[in-house]
């Protein structure tokens, strides 16, 4: 495995090189062109943690491994990563080009919902002990935020008063006016953050599947001196 | 033991399950029935959430004065006070059955669909009762002037259908969760704002005159999507 | 036992738990069970405390899936769904509750009408008169002593006439005519229908009865 990790670092490397050396500046945001590398992959990797958690909890209840509900979870955590990082760089970017943290944006509210979301998803998770139960709840509210968040980052934006303020940022990577060298860069880095996502998903659930290994050996071990199976008796007691 | 007196007849597991397809309203309407019937002998939900609303209403005027009336801030206010006093009646039923040990008592008779289905009636129920209550007070210490009352209606009852759909779904999530009382707000908030936005502009655009045609087509689709998902999902929030 | 062989072919209701285990956060609570209880007749679950006999009860009732293994119920030929013992099932636990804001005849009838009754009111009626409560009919739970609150718990358990009630230390709280009362039901009941009943109290079962012992296996 290590050939492609290494593989995955120059990757990487390249791309951030290639962003402040290589890539041409936007004319209207000059020097801020460059967060378009880092803002909207991050944003880009949480909502693809986001469709793998959803997965993954779906395949928890029909299934019922706890494997899906490990890697379920897994995603839901560094999904909640990147959406910190590509809120702080927007609001970042916001801030050296309108003066304002905050735009109200539609994509930038959307983003923030996001994160509630996962909050909330593992704040459930915290709450709940018994295992079984908290695999089965967290799915069926991974789910459910599943099936009406895109409502709120695709149909919103749509309704007519809530795009008063100008659509900054994203409207780089709408329309095709992009350099060749920016777009290629841009590609690069959209990819670069989607394998290092997968990686440390990887990373995150064999921690977990150990962990699950491991406790169910102990559990074994434990239970085994009980093992003799309980049947019907019909003897006389004193 | 004897041997057995009595002959009782074979029961044929297809005739029980056709009797179940018939009696999923019969035991819906049930469960709505002894909701409200218990809500209205306690009135610990519905009580709770006029006083709360009561208490935010008059801080919020109180801060904004006369500025209420404008339709931006009125519509803004009424969403904000009915979605906490919503959360605080609605959220907390199915944590209720299962610290009153009558959970496994509703789960042993009923079926998911049922106890869903007469949880939702009774939730929207309650909140027509809340928001009866609210509008009047709202009329009151406010006064705002609503240009188109049946769109300000059309919206109102669409954006408590989502909020009736959703909140018991969160609620039953976290029913058997430690602490789960601050966490309803907390799961629920970022479910329901797809449709309580819809519905601050709708309010917002009713109040000004207009049709908002496409906030409520918006809060239909939403609340639709929220009540199939739940319906499907509930079942497995129903059995341990 | 007498009614096992004829149980099933006269259509009667059948449990089959095949290697059942079931656990609560994540540790045992009882298990491996194997063991098949056809009605009708009386069948007991013993063990001291922490042994699992509630768990297994409430597994038996569909109330908790088995961590391992299965549970099946059968009528007669057919195979039954989890679903199917709302209206042929019945199960009466400690902590199982009646609701506070109804009286006891609309707990009981409330619950009679989503087991499919065809006459609620009356069911309920005859479930007081049969626990001697029709009185007091209107009152709410807590207005009654504990032992009466047990009497009507019982009740509730059985107002449907299920095929397969279960009973989890139905005798706590009763004083002496209160079991009495409840052990003739009982047996009067397992004469044509699967009654499954736990117990810490050895002296209520007769010395033949079949039981699944669940003693001496410790909690992990």
Known sequence: ?238 | MSAPATRVPAVAAEEVRAARRATLWRGALAVWAKEVRAEWRSRYSVGSSIVFAAATLAVLTLAVGFQARRPELASALLWIVLLFSATASLGHGFAREVEGGTWDLLRQAAGPGEVLLGKWLAAATLLAAIEAVILAMGAVLIGPTVKNPLGFLAVLGLGSLSLAAGLPLVGALLAQARRHGGLVAVMAFPLLVPGLLAAVMGTRQAMQGGWPVGEMRMLIAFTGLLVVAGWRLFEFIWDE | MSGRTGGAADGLCAVHLEGVVARYGGRKAVGPVSAALEGPGLFWIIGPNGSGKSTLLRTIAGLKRPSEGRVRWTAGAAELRRGDLRALGGLAAPEIQLYEDLSVRENLEFLARLRGVADPAGAAGRGLEEAGLAARAHERPHAFSSGLRQRIRLTAAWIAEPQLLMLDEPSSNLDESGRAWLWGRVRERARRSLCVVATNHLDELAADEPRLDLGGKRVS
């Open chain 1, 1 to 238: 495995m290590r050939w492609w990790q290494a593989g995955l670092f120059l990757w990487m490397a390249g791309t951030l090189v290639a962003g402040f050396l290589y890539a041409p500046l936007a004319r209207k945001l000059e020097e801020h062109t460059r967060i378009i590398y880092f803002h909207i992959p991050a944003a880009w990797v949480s909502v693809v943690a986001f469709g793998v958690s959803a997965l993954s909890a779906a395949m928890y209840l029909a299934r019922r491994r706890p494997i899906d509900d490990l890697r379920s979870a897994a995603a839901a955590r560094l999904g909640l990563i990147f959406c910190l990082l590509a809120t702080v760089t927007g609001m970042l970017f916001a801030k050296a080009m309108w003066g304002e943290y905050w735009n109200w944006d539609p994509r930038q509210v959307s983003i923030f919902f996001l994160i509630l979301v996962y909050g909330a998803y593992l704040t459930l998770r915290a709450a709940v002990d018994d295992p079984e139960r908290r695999a089965r709840l967290s799915a069926v509210y991974a789910l459910l935020a599943f099936v009406t968040v895109p409502f709120l980052m695709f149909v919103l934006p749509r309704l007519s008063d809530f795009t008063l303020h100008p659509d900054p940022i994203v409207n780089q990577t709408g329309k095709l006016e992009m350099h060749p060298r920016m777009f290629g860069t841009f590609l690069s880095a959209m990819g670069a953050f989607t394998l290092l996502f997968l990686w440390m998903w990887m990373l995150d659930v064999k921690a977990e599947r150990l962990n699950l290994e491991t406790a169910e050996r102990e559990r074994a071990a434990r239970e085994r001196p009980e093992a003799e199976e309980v049947g019907l008796e019909r003897a006389a007691r004193a």
